[in-house]
């Protein structure tokens, strides 16, 4: 198993540009999540999707949107890219909701100038 | 909605001592509480984990304990050695039970 799979791995975008985060999990897990990371800010939750067909706001979700493709992948698009949007996002996915251990993606590297 | 202060921020201990992190958290109906390691570079993986039916749980020299009534919980590490060097983040369910927040994280640095 690859278990959880993100695309791309670093990505420079100028103010303006938009562009889409792939992520996707083979482990039949129900529950996807995209967070971003910050230095000294933690991990802070932009949007998840608790079950395939649904998708809930996070902490940050302003300047995102996501798509549910289906029950593998879940997608995270940046429609006018920010500096302050400069980050590193985390894909993530765990079997039924916060009762099991969240898997995490290796993560994209994004540098908006 | 659910609120996870964690401390300290930066740890540095020598090598065989203990360390303790700290987290409290908002929401008296979470409960699910799981605790990340993150290497430099590289994902955050979870440690170790509770559950509030469970005070208190350990894992070979990693421990992690919970006071549902102070809404508190800390990941306890002994015997420390240089590979546990890491950020440390812990996390707490929101309400619905249908994701985690998570602490800003503890850098631990153990020095031999």
């Known amino acids: 198993n690859a278990g959880v799979t993100q695309t791309p791995k670093f990505q420079v975008l100028k103010t303006g540009q938009s562009m889409t985060l792939q992520c996707a999990q083979d482990m039949n897990h129900n529950s996807m999540y995209w967070y971003r990371q910050d230095p000294g800010m933690g991990l802070r939750l932009i949007y998840y999707?608790?079950?395939?067909?649904?998708?809930d706001k996070g902490e940050v979700p302003n300047g995102y949107n996501v798509s549910r493709l289906n029950k593998r992948e879940f997608s995270l698009r940046l429609e006018s890219a920010a500096p302050s949007q400069t980050s590193v996002y985390f894909c993530?996915?765990?079997?039924?909701?916060?009762?099991?251990?969240?898997?995490f993606g290796p993560g994209t590297r994004l540098t908006v100038t | 909605g659910e609120n996870v202060e964690q401390h300290p921020s930066t740890l540095s201990v020598q090598e065989g001592d203990s360390a303790v992190i700290k987290c409290t958290y908002s929401d008296s109906a979470s409960n699910y509480f799981p605790w990340y390691k993150q290497e430099l570079g590289k994902r955050p993986q979870l440690i170790i984990d509770i559950r509030s039916n469970v005070g208190e749980k350990k894992d070979q020299r990693i421990a992690v304990t919970l006071n549902k009534t102070a809404k508190h919980f800390s990941l306890h590490i002994t015997e420390t050695q240089p590979e546990d060097s890491a950020v440390y983040f812990c996390?707490?369910?929101?309400?619905?039970?249908?994701?985690?927040?998570f602490g800003k994280g503890t850098t631990l640095s153990v020095s031999s």
């Open positions: 999707s608790a079950s395939e067909g649904t998708t």
């Open positions: 996390a707490a369910a929101n309400q619905a039970g249908t994701a985690l927040i």
């Open positions: 993530a996915s765990t079997k039924q909701r916060q009762q099991y251990e969240q898997y």
